[in-house]
């Protein structure tokens, strides 16, 4: 099993890059496929991107504007987002799953943090 807490949301501003970090805690973090999804207010929680062995699967929202990296020697994974828009306003979490694949499918994840909230301004 594995604990996850992301960090780095807050206020930026439009066109703006911004970073987000998922750290966990337990189990060895290597072995876990780990996505983020964003859910905006009013909003359907939504797949961002996915990670695991070296395969990316990304979702539609921020396709092309996002990036997905880890470091499971510090059992940590990043979201690296450019151009964010007021649209991206969301809180975005971050997943875990002990399959193999990046899935883009919410109930493949077992394990979420409590998500933390990005708000773009104009």
């Known amino acids: 099993q594995v604990r996850l807490v992301e960090s780095g949301g807050g206020l930026v501003q439009a066109g703006d890059s911004h970073r987000l970090s998922c750290t966990a805690s337990g189990d060895s973090f290597a072995k876990y496929a780990v996505a983020w999804f964003r859910q905006a207010p009013g909003k359907e929680r939504e797949f961002v991107v996915a990670?695991?062995?070296?395969?990316?699967n990304y979702g539609d929202s921020m396709k092309g504007r996002c990036t997905i990296s880890r470091d499971n020697g510090k059992k940590t994974a990043y979201l690296q987002m450019t151009d964010l828009n007021p649209d991206d306003t969301a809180v975005y979490y971050c997943a875990a799953s002990e399959l193999t694949s990046p899935s883009a499918q919410e109930r493949a994840y077992a394990y979420w943090g409590q998500g933390t909230q990005v708000t773009v301004s104009l």
């Open positions: 990670v695991n062995w070296g395969i990316t």
